[in-house]
Structure formats: C-alpha cells, structure tokens
C-alpha cells in the first residue's frame, strides 16, 4: 500500500487542522493498523496517534490527547487526523503510516511503511 499524506500548512497557535492520508493498493482495512508519525528537527519521532484494524481502537501520545482525534473512513481508503487547540510544540513533518503487524497495541510506536510527510507548523 502507497500512502500519501497532506493537508499540512501553517497555523496559528489555538488553530485547528486535518490531515488526510490516501492509500493506494489494498485495503487499509487489512493492515494491523495504521497511524500517524511527526518528526521535528532534533528530536525523536515520535507516535501521535493510530487506530486498530480489528476494533477501530484508537491511541494517542499523552501530548495530544483530548486534542487530536484519529478516524478512517474504510469506503474512501483514508485516515483522517483532527488536530484542535495547536501548539508551537506540535510543529513537525507529519507521516501517515502502518503498523507491523502484531506490533504492540497500543504503543503507536512500531510503524513498517509510511510516505511523504506533510508539514505542519504552528506559529505562536
């Protein structure tokens, strides 16, 4: 599956945004699961936040919970990332991503393919 990930821009701290991933190939549905990824410049990636295949469970980084909310929408083949009340801190290329299947649930942390970023930055 090719994933192509868009919707970034520039926004003001307390703005929103979403992000969108379109998949190419199989189903996403058949993939373990699948997730979104930010990496800023000198620091680790790090998981924001994935939903399961089996369950649509969800899991997010404690940095954005209770402000960003994954969804997919299995008809259209993507996964969709809310992002409300923004923060200069959640600037970062922003990957959307699979998990290895049986990767540790929900850990968020074992992503095996993913493709161009999109880049979000939050002024303050």
């Known amino acids: 599956v090719q994933l192509q990930a868009s919707g970034g821009g520039l926004v003001q701290s307390g703005g929103s945004l979403r992000l969108s991933c379109a998949a190419s190939?199989?189903?996403?549905?058949?993939?373990?699961?699948i997730g979104w990824f930010r990496q800023a410049p000198g620091k680790e990636r790090e998981g924001v936040s994935c939903?399961?295949?089996?369950?649509?469970?969800?899991a997010y980084a404690d940095s954005v919970k209770g402000r960003f909310t994954i969804s997919r929408d299995n008809a259209k083949n993507t996964v969709y990332l809310q992002m409300n009340s923004l923060k200069p801190e959640d600037t970062a290329v922003y990957y959307c991503?699979?998990?290895?299947?049986?990767?540790?649930?929900?850990?968020?942390?074992?992503?095996?393919?993913w493709g161009q970023g999109t880049q979000l930055t939050v002024s303050s």
């Open positions: 991503a699979t998990l290895i299947e049986g990767s540790s649930w929900p850990d968020c942390a074992d992503f095996g393919s």
């Open positions: 190939g199989p189903s996403l549905d058949y993939k373990f699961g």
């Open positions: 939903i399961h295949r089996t369950d649509g469970s969800t």
